[in-house]
């Protein structure tokens, strides 16, 4: 857990969780309007700062004005395991995370981001809907540990691998470090790959890829992208090798405390949400892929002789090792769903 963490949640505490969840707006609409605060890390102009205004934009409308959501975008009210624990806490209201961020509440969520666990978007978007029975049971273990539920998820991206030479097979990643998010799963699908996973915080990528402290990264085009990283790595690989899932959660005392007609308009604005932003960013990732190749970067895909099956099995065999005891039954469950 981040070390920053107790003083901001003694900040959210003093600042009286019933500001934060559902202050009333005074005067004559006391008695019918609630609002709420939605924070999150991402810019609002980003794909999921766009979706969390659009969820606000719905649930007013589909609530009649009954229910507003202000959506604090920019870490304005705390870094994004900060968020997780104040809406547990009941602080905030609403919050998004990765599924392997969302594993810091209840800790199977984190298997929702294993390296190669979906056959395709389609598949992801089944597996991780909320009437799912492996989101149904994965969402009562979250109510039960943690005090939150899933509102909805939608597809965040895929990610890939960056380099400054070509790489086609796992042997050619042999001694090389590659930068990697400081999760177990995370770790363990760089390392698959063929790499050496060495963990940076994202504010020290560009240094580090400076330095030669790293020789690579992986992430999604659009963080490619926009951060520039085509101007320090020469190659894309379309490795694909984990598709994320973007998990938005809500406070479970402040969902009981609605009425059935607000949970259902709740419930239809973030189905609608959820479809939109997915097709927003599967449409986005085509779009900036080929804004990476007009700069010049070299993409290497499977027509170009990356080896997929092999980056596949030798992920697999890491995963297999070290997850399946743990995750090996919510696995099965999500293979067995078509």
């Known amino acids: 857990m981040d070390g920053h963490f107790l003083p901001s949640r003694r900040r959210l505490l003093q600042a009286g969780s019933a500001l934060a969840l559902g202050a009333a707006v005074p005067g004559a609409l006391a008695q019918k309007t609630r609002e709420l605060r939605y924070g999150h890390m991402n810019p609002p102009n980003s794909a999921a700062g766009m979706q969390a205004q659009w969820l606000a934009d719905l649930v007013e409308k589909n609530t009649g004005g009954q229910i507003r959501i202000r959506v604090y975008p920019s870490s304005q009210l705390g870094k994004m395991q900060e968020m997780a624990e104040a809406t547990s806490m009941g602080t905030i209201a609403l919050s998004h995370n990765t599924a392997g961020g969302t594993g810091s509440l209840y800790e199977p969520f984190a298997a929702l981001d294993t390296p190669y666990l979906y056959r395709d978007v389609e598949h992801l978007l089944k597996v991780t809907d909320v009437d799912s029975p492996v989101m149904q049971t994965l969402n009562k273990g979250l109510v039960d540990a943690a005090g939150v539920r899933v509102l909805y ?186």
């Open 153 to 338: 998820t939608y597809y965040f991206g895929t990610r890939h691998l960056t380099a400054n030479k070509p790489v086609r097979t796992p042997a050619d990643l042999a001694g090389v470090k590659i930068r990697a998010l400081p999760f177990p799963i995370s770790m363990t699908a760089v390392e698959g790959l063929g790499a050496v996973p060495v963990p940076v915080d994202w504010s020290e990528v560009p240094t580090a890829l400076a330095t030669g402290q790293v020789a690579g990264q992986e992430n999604p085009v659009n963080t490619v992208l926009s951060s520039k990283l085509y101007e320090s790595q020469s190659h894309l690989m379309l490795t694909g090798h984990i598709m994320n899932p973007h998990v938005i959660i809500i406070n479970e005392d402040l969902w009981q405390g609605f009425t059935p007609e607000q949970r259902d308009a709740i419930s239809r604005a973030a189905l609608e949400v959820r479809k939109r932003a997915s097709a927003m960013v599967l449409q986005q990732e085509a779009d900036e892929l080929e804004q990476l190749r007009k700069l010049k970067m070299t993409v290497i895909g499977p027509d170009d002789g990356l080896q997929l099956d092999a980056f596949k099995a030798s992920v697999k065999k890491l995963v297999d090792e070290r997850f399946t005891d743990k995750f090996g039954n919510l696995y099965r469950q999500i293979a067995a769903i078509q």
